[in-house]
Nanobody
């Protein structure tokens, strides 16, 4: 069983930056695909970015060039730097760990983008 705990988030102005962290416990995340998803108010959860264990990364088109994922397997932590934030980036952001057939979710971290 993997437990994921997000931290960071909060309020940013349009054009601003925020960072999210996701710390895992219960297993070594090295073989896991680690990702961030988000759920805007009233909308479905959507993929933001995936970091595959072999090193490749997939970003949603909406965040390419603005968001950056990184992972420190030794610290069991995944980071996401969010820059040039837009109002439509406002959402609850969830950390996700996938190692088929198991997957795990964090509790979510809220990001608000408002002037």
């Amino acid at each position: 069983q993997v437990r994921l705990v997000e931290s960071g988030g909060g309020l940013a102005q349009p054009g601003g930056s925020l960072n999210l962290s996701c710390t895992a416990s219960g297993d070594d995340i090295t073989p896991y695909a680690m990702g961030w998803y988000r759920q805007p108010p009233g909308k479905e959860r959507e993929l933001v970015v995936l970091s595959w264990p072999a090193g490749s990364i997939n970003y949603a088109d909406s965040v390419k060039g603005r968001f950056t994922i990184s992972r420190d397997n030794m610290k069991s932590t995944v980071y996401m730097q969010m820059g040039n934030l837009r109002p439509d980036d406002a959402a609850d952001y969830y950390c996700h760990a996938l190692l088929v057939p198991s997957d795990y979710w964090g509790q979510g971290a809220r990001v608000t983008v408002s002037s």
